[in-house]
């Protein structure tokens, strides 16, 4: 699956910015999705994933801030981001899995597909 992602750009602290993740492919109804970022200097973290069936996972840091969601029928994941700090700013970058479970989708080697990711920049 060919993935591309998009909605990145300057905020302010405290705003909200959507991302989207457009999908190629007849199969991707059946792979779990997966967002990370990267800051600069900074490895790539898990920030949060949705399953085939739309189990959600999140990384500690976004609870209660980002939402992550799918249409099938679109081929497309989104992430829902408020409240968001300058410390978040990073490219963010879309991923696809055939795996399920808190476990494997917070690795980002368990992804085999991945986009080309979009600069969220948060302004202090």
């Known amino acids: 699956v060919q993935l591309q992602a998009s909605g990145g750009g300057l905020v302010q602290t405290g705003g909200s910015l959507r991302l989207s993740c457009a999908a190629s492919?007849?199969?991707?109804?059946?792979?779990?999705m997966g967002w990370f970022r990267q800051a600069p200097g900074q490895e790539r973290e898990f920030v949060a994933a949705?399953?085939?069936?739309?189990?959600?996972y999140y990384a500690d840091p976004v609870k209660g801030r980002f939402t992550i969601s799918r249409d099938n029928a679109k081929n497309t994941v989104y992430l829902q981001m408020n409240s968001l700090k300058p410390e978040e700013t990073a490219v963010y970058y879309c991923?696809?899995?055939?795996?399920?479970?808190?476990?494997?989708?917070?690795?980002?080697?368990?992804?085999?597909?991945w986009g080309q990711g979009t600069l969220v920049t948060v302004s202090s």
């Open positions: 492919g007849r199969t991707f109804s059946r792979y779990s």
């Open positions: 949705i399953t085939w069936g739309g189990g959600a």
């Open positions: 991923a696809a899995a055939y795996v399920t479970g808190y476990l494997y989708l917070s690795d980002l080697m368990k992804y085999d597909s």
